[in-house]
């Protein structure tokens, strides 16, 4: 079992849809759970950061962590078509990723 | 923040050969990594890069073929050995920023080409 896992997507939505993102996790050690925004042919930017159970909210985009059941979530309200990319998860110590989900959101 | 820039951003390479990708950091760092993502893949941690001393491999990857140097807190090489194409990706430095609440950047990756 790989230690972050994600569904790969293709992820459509249209315009204003709410998106929900998940990931799972297998290693119940401490850390901290990121998510990471890729659009095409750039580096990774990070979108969020948490180490802790519950929601963390940044505008439109809420991460939510559930340790009891090793699930992750980000959630995109109002989405937008500059939303279009391929959204990373990942936990700390060293920086394990998820496969990434390409999210399209049609106007 | 902390602002990395990687030199080549891109390179079309002869299978055979061997290339090296520079990472610079703006600010002193503790932790460097580099990384790898395939075409359609996520992100794969090659190694975390040691001031000083030898880099630390992650299974799979190995100094003869990625050997990497940090000579100082703000710079890092990575360098890739005798390509073939099965080595066409991009390669992505990573930094560690203290100063950011322990916020981990991305470089925006070297894409190599080998033919």
């Known amino acids: ?3 972050v896992e994600q569904d790969p997507g293709p992820l459509s939505v249209p315009e ?3 998106v929900s993102l998940n990931c799972t996790y297998s290693n119940s050690a401490f850390q901290y759970f990121m998510w990471y925004r890729q659009y095409s042919r750039k580096g990774p930017e990070l979108l969020m950061y948490t180490y802790s159970s519950g929601n963390k909210e940044d505008g439109r985009f809420t991460a939510q962590v559930d340790k009891s059941s090793k699930y992750i979530s980000l959630f995109i309200r109002d989405s937008q078509p500059s939303d279009s990319a391929t959204y990373l998860c990942a936990k700390t110590g060293k920086l394990i990723f998820g496969q990434g989900t390409t999210l399209q959101v049609k106007p | 923040s902390a602002v990395i820039s990687q030199k080549p951003s891109r390179d079309i390479c002869q299978r055979g050969t061997s290339l090296t990708i520079q990472c610079q950091v703006d600010s002193q760092v503790t ?6 993502q395939q075409p359609g893949q996520s992100l794969t941690l090659i190694a ?3 001031q000083g001393s030898e880099a630390t491999y992650e299974s ?3 100094i003869d073929k990625f050997p990497i140097s940090r000579p100082n807190l703000t710079f890092s090489t990575l360098t890739v050995s005798n390509m073939s194409p ?3 990706s991009i390669y992505l430095c990573s930094v560690v920023a203290a100063s950011s609440g322990n ?3 991305f470089g925006e990756g070297s894409w190599l080409t080998v033919v």
Do not use: C, H, L, P
């Open chain 2, 60 to 62: 799979g990857f190995v």
């Open chain 2, 86 to 88: 099965e080595d066409s």
């Open chain 2, 48 to 50: 975390t890069a040691n």
């Open chain 1, 16 to 18: 204003g849809a709410i």
């Open chain 1, 1 to 3: 079992q790989k230690e």
């Open chain 2, 31 to 36: 932790m460097m990594f580099w990384y790898r």
């Open chain 2, 103 to 105: 916020t981990i950047y």
